[in-house]
């Protein structure tokens, strides 16, 4: 499928360099203190590029070795900035490295890689910037040392920096984006917007680190956040495996009209970090981090509806980004929201089959007093002894937990349908099974195994809307079909007719699923509209 490409924004990381020991740094030293006083700045074209690259230093907290022909206690550590178009930028810490370092101060030993390999000493680079892609920063730093060098004209070897980096460089934080036109930001951050989908599935299952950042004081989405921990993230797309931030966030001074600026209109952006990993990214590794970034970027925009072809009236070109096509291999996924919707809603209807008055109390306490209590709060509220409320809470494990002597609802999404049920008084009327399977369109019979239920999840389908609607009920599939039998899709009537088979199975009447709306994507990823029974033909 044809995809937009994302841009870099942030990048941080170390590069370590140790084909020529310490001899950059020493030279980098002597550019500084004989060639600029402490300080130097020039401009240097690039490519078509100007770029104003400064040098400075601070002071360092490594202790020079005794052969080091140095003044003072404490080693320099250099500072290459560089500025090129736009936001384009670049800031370079040039550090020495060696085995054995001390503290200047406290001569305690300080950890550094070449205690641990072959090389005894080098330069760790720490770099970090924006708008530039990882490559840039390896490629761009000796052309800015060679530029500082020659204006004042002291000689530096033009292999220094240029060889390849060591393993243990390292990424520690990686962000790629797109910029979105505004009006799709409700398909993104909006009440049933693909972010907010994912926090009331998230948010309080055993086990997650969910957690959602919002804040709309300017205009919807100015800046939300939904952070995933790692077992989150493998959770959402199969095969990835960091903690990752989903960003939707407009510049600090939100735009009001849309007069040509493409700042009017969003970012959706996905960061890599550190800390929500507990461990760096190998520097080896970035293009499959760059891989896992796109995917999430994009499969995030597609769960929402959102076109993901670079279509100028969906994607807004900025001075970093450009709306063009990827050139690197993207993996789309299902929408997973309804899958665990599904399995939610089908635990929530087999818990309810056969509920107890006391077990009905305590769905009713819960949600009354706030969806947390202690198990005696409950005996308390309920008039129950603590032994009943223990095997009430066995009978409704899976939609309630008790964790820490604290009893709570699973998720979100199970509390809010069980208090919908409870402001209705429907876990006093009837089957409650039925009443939620009415409420959550599902059959009480036939668990995750029914023939419906496993075309949903061959296809990545799902019944839409309600039957009372004014346009009645749709059914959605996520899978890529054809109308052509010449295409290597699933063909479009072949899928229904399958449909029907399984509805049928599950002694439903196909009258019925032969009136529903149809939605469907082609074979470009593009959404398609219809009816279910024009499109049987």
Known sequence: MTCVATAPHELEGNLIYCDHGLSPYWILTTLLTRGYDGHGKVEVDIGGETWTVSLTYQMGGVAPRPDDRVDGERLYELRIGAYGRGQRKANYLIQPRFEDMRHHETGEKISTPFDHIEESEGVNVRFGGSNLEPDDYTKLLPQFVQALASRANIGVNKRYLTTRVHEMS?????????????????????????????????????????????????????????????????????????????????????????????????????????????????????????????????????????????????????????????NHEVSLVSDPTPDMEASQEALLVTTLRDLTDSDMQVLESLVTDGGRQHPQELANNTGRGISTIYRALDRLNGIVRNHKATVSFISKKIAQEVSGIVERAELQIGNAADRVAKLLNIETRGAASSAWDKFCTKYAAKIVGQVDEADGQTLRIDTLLSKLRSTPEPLLSDVLHEALDAWHSDSRDVKDLRTFRLQWRNESGEWCYGRVNPNLH
């Open 170 to 326: 390292n990424i520690t934080t990686y962000e790629r984006y797109v910029r979105v036109n505004r009006r799709w930001s409700s398909k993104l951050v909006g009440r049933t917007g693909t972010i907010q989908r994912l926090m009331q599935l998230y948010a309080e299952e055993v086990g997650s680190e969910f957690e959602l950042k919002v804040n709309n004081n300017d205009t919807l989405g100015y800046n939300t956040r939904a952070v995933l921990a790692k077992q989150d993230a493998q959770q959402l797309i199969p095969g990835h495996r960091h903690g990752k931030q989903i960003k939707h966030y407009h510049p600090k001074h939100v735009r009001t009209n849309d007069s040509g600026d493409s700042l009017y209109h969003p970012k959706l952006g996905v960061l890599l970090k550190k800390s929500l990993n507990g461990h760096s990214f190998a520097w080896s590794d970035r293009k499959q981090l760059r891989r896992e970034i796109d995917e999430t970027v994009l499969n995030v925009l597609y769960w929402g509806d959102v076109p993901i072809r670079p279509d100028p009236t969906t994607f807004i070109s900025d001075d970093h980004f450009e709306v063009r096509e990827t």
